[in-house]
């Protein structure tokens, strides 16, 4: 038994030498067949000048001026690459914003509006950083049987152009879209009501005329909405607030063909309009808000 033992671990030996040895041989040998270069050649790095951030600037500028938005993009990054902390950089974000917009690459484009608010919160062309924004929201807006996401969006996004920037160049034009979307808002609480209006969920269907009666009173839905109430209203037994609903009707819209048929409505039911000082129809008109 020691003897075999022995043998056994001379012949051991033997073995991890031989392995050991080839181990050795391989190094030499990768090098050797892994080497891009022929025999005697010296590599040699490229090195690539750097671009003046003017000039990449200009470069970018130049591009957009003839709507090639994509080499535009890329060099006004480049320069936020090379160049991060300089003037240059801060110009450089705020035409990456309008080149993404302009490319109609919405989602970029607020993303870098938004890091060009966040650095340079009190620059000349925050207001102008913010527009561009808003305005990647409200382009991307999808019609009223859709999600309103960025509709809503949208909405926050000029409301604080309005309130930051009252005196800008985009104040106006931001005015104005705060009316488009919240018609847009409204529209969608619209069609919900009538969808559960005409399902009989009488109580659904109000709770979304009231958000446009709460929150969109200058809206073109609100006399559809008032209308609305009083028909949902009127199915619940419930007749103060029908009766106020088509009061406030009439009062604001007294020519309205909305009207003459709520007033129909409730003739047929032996009431007619009638103001409740207690109704939150009549406390939601006495707090209207128009930005």
Same mark, same amino acid.
């Given at each position: 038994?020691?003897?075999?033992?022995?043998?056994?671990s001379?012949?051991?030996?033997?073995?991890?030498?031989?392995?050991?040895?080839?181990?050795?041989?391989?190094?030499?040998?990768?090098?050797?067949?892994?080497?891009?270069?022929?025999?005697?050649?010296?590599y040699?790095?490229?090195?690539?000048?750097?671009?003046?951030? &003017?000039?990449?600037?200009n470069?970018?500028?130049a591009?957009?001026?003839?709507?090639?938005?994509?080499?535009?993009?890329?060099?006004?990054?480049?320069?936020?690459?090379?160049?991060?902390?300089?003037?240059?950089?801060?110009?450089?974000?705020?035409?990456? !914003?309008?080149?993404?917009?302009?490319?109609?690459?919405?989602?970029?484009?607020?993303?870098?509006?938004?890091?060009?608010?966040?650095?340079?919160?009190a620059?000349?062309?925050a207001?102008?950083?913010?527009?561009?924004?808003?305005?990647?929201?409200?382009?991307?807006?999808?019609?009223?049987?859709? *999600?309103?996401?960025?509709? &809503?969006?949208a909405?926050?996004?000029?409301i604080?152009?309005?309130?930051?920037?009252?005196?800008?160049?985009?104040? !106006?034009d931001?005015?104005?879209?705060?009316?488009?979307?919240?018609d847009?808002?409204?529209?969608?609480?619209?069609?919900?009501?009538?969808?559960?209006?005409?399902?009989?969920n009488y109580?659904?269907?109000?709770?979304?005329?009231?958000?446009?009666?709460?929150?969109?009173? !200058?809206?073109?839905?609100?006399?559809?909405?008032?209308?609305?109430l009083?028909e949902?209203?009127?199915?619940?037994?419930?007749?103060n607030?029908?009766?106020?609903?088509?009061? @406030?009707?009439?009062?604001?819209?007294?020519d309205?063909?909305?009207?003459?048929?709520?007033?129909?409505l409730?003739?047929?039911?032996?009431?007619?309009?009638?103001a409740? &000082? *207690?109704?939150?129809?009549?406390?939601?008109?006495?707090? @209207?808000?128009?930005?």
């Open positions: 038994m020691m003897s075999l033992s022995s043998s056994s001379k012949n051991g030996f033997r073995i991890l030498g031989s392995v050991l040895f080839v181990l050795a041989l391989l190094p030499m040998a990768a090098c050797d067949s892994l080497n891009p270069f022929d025999k005697g050649e010296v040699k790095p490229e090195i690539k000048p750097d671009i003046p951030a &003017e000039k990449l600037y470069d970018g500028l591009a957009a001026e003839i709507r090639d938005f994509e080499k535009a993009t890329k060099a006004f990054k480049d320069i936020n690459k090379i160049y991060p902390y300089s003037q240059w950089s801060k110009k450089a974000l705020l035409m990456e !914003t309008y080149s993404h917009y302009s490319s109609k690459e919405f989602e970029e484009a607020s993303a870098s509006g938004k890091r060009f608010l966040q650095q340079y919160p620059d000349a062309d207001a102008y950083a913010a527009y561009l924004i808003a305005s990647s929201y409200y382009d991307a807006v999808l019609d009223v049987s859709r *999600d309103q996401e960025r509709a &809503e969006k909405l926050i996004a000029f604080e152009v309005v309130q930051r920037w009252p005196k800008s160049d985009y104040s !106006t931001a005015r104005f879209k705060i009316g488009v979307l919240r847009q808002l409204a529209g969608r609480e619209m069609n919900v009501g009538r969808f559960y209006l005409e399902k009989r109580t659904a269907a109000i709770n979304r005329f009231r958000v446009v009666v709460s929150q969109y009173q !200058t809206t073109n839905q609100i006399e559809e909405a008032l209308a609305r009083t949902a209203y009127l199915a619940l037994g419930i007749i607030e029908a009766e106020t609903a088509a009061s @406030i009707l009439g009062h604001n819209f007294p309205s063909q909305w009207y003459k048929d709520t007033y129909a409730l003739q047929k039911r032996g009431t007619e309009p009638k409740n &000082e *207690d109704s939150w129809i009549t406390k939601a008109f006495k707090s @209207i808000k128009i930005y």
